[in-house]
């Protein structure tokens, strides 16, 4: 399974490259052109009947991570984390490092040796080191760069029977989606590039040169979103709920959607029985908030599969949204015309 | 008798889950496998295992008891809410800040897979980063809901772990439940050991159940076996930084002998002259008072009975990342095994 694939493999904002080279060999066969830029972005063209105007796909490559930075002189290893995270889930969980993946885990003072004051307080990112099993900084330095990527363990499996729990499903779902509408979709009427893009989770990067040198008419970022229908969150605060199928964003702090976009993906999804929900909250942001501000404005929308724990190890969802909104974005490319938005 | 392959034999002890009240399916699974040096061996109505070790020679000396406790700390199922979201407390002493996005094994009529969360950061009220998650406030869901949980899955059913043991650099490795596993490997490497000589004491090797609850399990077997001399073996404090340097110890440089009252001054003192004159790598840890396992129950059974503690360092003690390195084992098992034959 394409996601499953996916998601097991790392790619950490800057260090995408498993992850095109893997996309790279499902789809060169089934685009016109493809190429690399300079930053990293993968772009695939599916050249139309006409190539007067072209509509772009986007979902980024890169997950969270981490970074080493400094070896200690007892043989830890101190890091730096790439994206955004909840810090509170490091402490006690496993990681590879570098190329060779070395094995790693993220240990804390024990409990029992833990003073009152500590064990009340979280330990901050300065406070936390990797242990590789080594008793010195040159034992350390034999096997580990400083500079080198640091994950989390691939880890995709089955949650009960309609979830899936892994890393990385932002925004895995996302390029396991587009690489299917490259293999499913025929001969349209436009040019349809599809972008995957690098740097996301640091600030939108990849996708601020892609709008730049491909400079789309129209773009949909297909995202991993957040779902908050969990304990003790108001119902007012859920900003998207799991089993309640693809989530369309009105706004969000990066972008405004373009109205009559999303009103033509809200008609597909009901002309063809999907279940949409919107995004009840205005937080967060991805591709399409530099996408919408590249040259003279592109007209954006986001299509996302909601996702619990989201930049967690143990992210979950719900496979029929997933299922759903590959369905959304195919009939969305299908039915789409530039006179229609 | 071949050498055994101590990094194999923990990641099958590892691999198995024996949380304290529930090491009956871990009891039965140790009986199969010290079967083939133990003659007679019983699971008592507390899930200890006691196994009487067969030397083949019948002369008694000493009546010498080894223990280490099979079981691990976890967690329990205390309700389940009508989204299907799992509430849960500890069994033994567990660190919250641990436990976040942690993967789980929940032992109902099967084995559920769950993940721990909690409510995002970003929408809690008068957020502060440095606050701990309280374990009331965490959660495990599993992707069931309410109506088919409760077909699988009761109030107090225990929780484990999901995690397997994979080797780190070098000789370190990592796992769950190296507390206490490490210590039973060492007592079947004994086991193993004793085998090549001719070993004449009456020997009972007593795996306890509950030592991370209250010792439940050392109490009363101890109390049944009545030995002569016991020896404890558990896990310490590995060095980790923040961790005082004499109550820590340096994983790889062996064994680790407690000396204070909990323990025999004369066979303290005989262990250390034993491991010096055998240069076997060793650490000396001084326990002023209780030192937290099971020796401090056992040394006072009964008439009382001559204890000894011999620890493997691990590092994290009670999460799911214990580390430890297996060179210590070896060790151990060569210091124990020199200190039983002198007996």
């Known amino acids: ?341 | 008798m071949e050498n055994l392959e101590y990094k194999k034999l923990l990641a099958e002890l590892t691999g198995k889950t024996s949380v304290s009240g529930y090491e009956y399916k871990f009891s039965k699974f140790l009986k199969n496998e010290i079967s083939k040096y133990c003659n007679n061996i019983e699971i008592d109505y507390f899930s200890n295992v006691i196994a009487t070790f067969n030397s083949g020679l019948n002369l008694k000396k000493k009546k010498i008891m080894l223990t280490a406790h099979i079981d691990e700390i976890g967690l329990m199922v205390k309700s389940i809410d009508k989204n299907g979201f799992i509430k849960f407390t500890n069994i033994g002493e567990v660190d919250p800040k641990i436990l976040l996005s942690q993967e789980v094994k929940i032992h109902g009529k099967r084995e559920l897979l769950g993940v721990i969360g909690s409510i995002p950061p970003h929408l809690i009220e008068n957020y502060n980063k440095h606050n701990v998650v309280d374990i009331d406030k965490l959660y495990i869901d599993t992707g069931f809901s309410k109506y088919e949980l409760d077909e699988i899955i009761s109030i107090g059913d225990v929780i484990s772990f999901n995690v397997e043991l994979i080797s780190l650099n070098s000789n370190y490795i990592s796992s769950k439940a190296l507390d206490n596993r490490a210590g039973i490997c060492t007592l079947i490497g004994v086991m193993n050991e004793l085998k090549k000589f001719k070993y004449y004491n009456e020997t009972t090797f007593n795996f306890t159940s509950m030592e991370e609850t209250a010792s439940a399990g050392v109490i009363n077997s101890s109390y049944r076996i009545e030995p002569d001399l016991a020896i404890v073996i558990d896990t310490c404090f590995g060095k980790v930084q923040g961790g005082a340097n004499e109550d820590t110890f340096v994983l790889g440089n062996g064994p680790v002998i407690s000396i204070g009252p909990n323990f025999n001054s004369d066979y303290s003192k005989q262990i250390i002259k034993i491991a010096r004159d055998e240069k076997i790598s060793h650490q000396i840890d001084v326990e002023p008072g209780n030192s937290g396992t099971e020796a401090w129950a056992t040394q006072i059974s009964r008439n009382g009975i001559p204890t000894l503690l011999i620890s493997i360092p691990i590092k994290y003690m009670h999460t799911p990342i214990e580390v430890m390195n297996i060179d210590d084992i070896n060790l151990s098992v060569k210091l124990i095994t020199n200190f039983l034959m002198k007996q």
């Open chain 1, 1 to 341: 399974m394409i996601l499953e694939e996916l998601s097991n493999l790392s790619g950490i904002s800057g260090d995408e490259k498993d992850i095109r080279d893997y996309i790279m060999e499902k789809i060169k066969n089934y685009v016109d052109n493809i190429r690399i830029d300079s930053i990293g972005n993968l772009i695939a063209l599916k050249k139309g009947k006409n190539s007067d105007l072209k509509l772009m796909l986007a979902a980024h490559m890169d997950e969270v991570g981490f970074i080493v930075k400094s070896i200690n002189d007892d043989g830890t290893i101190k890091f730096a984390t790439i994206g955004g995270f909840d810090n509170r889930i490091l402490p006690g969980k496993k990681i590879f490092i570098g190329k060779e993946k070395k094995p790693g885990v993220i240990g804390i003072l024990p409990i029992h040796l833990q003073s009152s004051a500590r064990k009340k307080r979280v330990f901050s990112l300065n406070e936390l080191y990797i242990d590789i099993g080594s008793d010195s900084k040159e034992r350390t330095e034999k096997i580990i760069d400083i500079g080198d990527y640091i994950s989390f363990k691939g880890n995709f499996k089955r949650l009960g029977q309609n979830y899936y729990m892994s890393k990385a499903l932002d925004d895995r779902v996302g390029c396991s989606i587009l690489i299917d509408i490259i293999l499913q979709t025929e001969l349209l009427d436009f040019d349809l590039v599809i972008c995957f893009t690098v740097q996301e989770e640091v600030g939108t990067r990849g996708a601020e040169v892609i709008a730049y040198s491909e400079e789309p008419d129209a773009a949909i970022v297909v995202e991993g979103t957040t779902a908050s229908d969990v304990p003790d969150v108001k119902d007012s605060m859920t900003s998207t709920k799991l089993a309640a199928g693809p989530v369309l964003t009105i706004m969000d702090r990066a972008s405004y959607s373009n109205k009559n976009l999303v009103r033509f993906i809200n008609q597909i999804a009901e002309s063809k029985n999907i279940k949409i929900q919107y995004k009840n909250t205005v937080t967060g942001g991805n591709d399409a908030g530099k996408i919408q501000r590249s040259r003279n404005g592109v007209k954006t929308a986001v299509i996302s599969v909601p996702v619990r724990y989201i930049h967690s190890p143990t992210s979950v969802i719900y496979e029929k949204d997933y299922i759903n909104t590959n369905k959304l974005v195919f009939e969305v490319i299908r039915e789409f015309s530039f006179n229609k938005i």
